[in-house]
């Protein structure tokens, strides 16, 4: 999809002590989610006098911040996370990045940041990826990892919105999220705790959710689950979603549904690519509350044939047990299910360049 951006306003400050390749190869080869990150990272700061300005690549380094620094006391802070995936002919691309871009407005509307235009986004994407397009690995579902991050970097301890904002995006190389291949998680579903409530920062991507979904977390964890799974908090009994993923669940009858969007739920991408493509394929797709009473029904009934999760880290991601207070249930018998292998297949193959892109869905970096 070709979109206007804001590229060549960013002046690029190479590093004068780049990695060395010994080293860099070593990171590209075993990539470790998160670990290791690119020479480079871009960077434009706001003023609520002069706005954005300073659009530049520099430098992948430690930030010198003031105690009193505002993100550090109230969490004004929001992020997006999308990959750069390298295709068989050596062209870079990057997924639906306006979506992303999209998001991050809305994200910096609710935590009161200042929004930054989807050309300064994709453009600082471009930037950086160029700079450090040795930094992308080209083995089996690897990418490199991008997370353009905004916080609030006035040294001021009142509580108003920050009158200094910074913009950056690093980047990490990453492998499959899973070593050996896609295996079913299990998830711990809370009764105790929420990760969002009605007009709270639920559609938002910021960090203060995640804040919140640590403890959960670990519970789910001390419970023998991977990952937990959220109910609304209102009524306590419909599934929101994991702690940073969505949920899907495939019916028997090849209906597939997920909750709603009802403003506790982060909107995401791969959550509406799958709709599409789900969608396309034939299967009727339905947006609604889905109550965890009838899902342990129906996966008791056989009416519910598969469960799974999806987001940009992990992709998409089968469900093999679910758990609570009172039930403890095996989905699939340890295997991923047919529609979810099938949607993760087609899904990742746009991604990698190994089907055709009908929906205009990437965007070429390099
Ligand atoms: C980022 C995120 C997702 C997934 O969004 P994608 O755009 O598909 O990566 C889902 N839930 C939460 C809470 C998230 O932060």
Redesign the pocket.
């Known amino acids: 999809m070709s979109i206007t951006t804001a590229v060549d306003a960013f002046d690029i400050r190479l590093t004068d002590t780049p990695t060395p390749d010994a080293d860099r190869e070593a990171a590209l080869a075993a990539p470790k989610f998160g670990t290791a990150f690119s020479d480079h990272m871009a960077r434009v700061s706001w003023t609520a006098s002069d706005g954005w300005h300073d659009r530049r690549v520099e430098k992948y380094g430690p930030l010198q911040l003031d105690p009193a620094t505002a993100v550090l006391h109230y969490a004004q802070e929001i992020f997006?996370?999308?990959k750069a995936y390298r295709h068989a002919d050596g062209s870079v691309w990057t997924f639906r990045p306006e979506?992303?871009a999209e998001?991050f407005q809305r994200s910096a509307h609710r935590l009161a940041l200042p929004p930054l235009s989807t050309e300064d986004f994709v453009g600082s994407i471009e930037a950086l990826v160029r700079t450090d397009v040795d930094w992308i690995p080209g083995g089996e579902e690897t990418s490199l990892y991008l997370r353009p991050f905004m916080y609030a970097s006035e040294a001021f301890l009142g509580v108003r919105p920050s009158l200094e904002v910074e913009y950056l995006v690093i980047a990490s190389p990453v492998g499959p999220y899973f070593a050996g291949g896609v295996k079913p998680v299990s998830i711990w579903v809370a009764q105790d705790y929420h990760?969002a409530g009605a007009g709270g920062t639920?559609a938002a991507?910021c960090g203060g959710?995640?804040a919140a979904?640590l403890l959960p977390q670990q519970e789910a964890y001390e419970k023998g689950c991977e990952q937990v799974c959220f109910l609304d908090a209102t009524t306590n009994t419909a599934l929101d979603?994991?702690?940073?993923?969505?949920v899907f669940v495939v019916r028997a009858d090849g209906t597939v549904e997920t909750p709603e969007l009802t403003g506790s739920?982060?909107?995401?991408?791969?959550?509406s690519?799958i709709l599409q493509l789900l969608a396309d394929r034939g299967h009727a797709v339905v947006e609604k509350r889905i109550l965890l009473d009838e899902l342990l029904a129906g996966l008791a009934d056989g009416s519910v044939s598969e469960v799974f999760a999806?987001?940009?880290?992990a992709v998409i991601t089968p469900i093999g047990r679910l758990a609570g207070e009172g039930f403890d249930v095996t989905i699939g018998g340890g295997v991923a299910g047919e529609v979810t292998t099938a949607i993760r297949d087609q899904l990742t193959d746009i991604q990698y360049g190994r089907a055709a892109d009908r929906y205009g869905w990437l965007h070429r970096l390099v």
């Open positions: 997006e996370g999308l979506a992303n998001r990760r639920g991507k959710n995640y979904s979603e994991l702690g940073g993923m969505n739920i982060l909107e995401g991408v791969t959550r690519s999806c987001g940009t880290a």
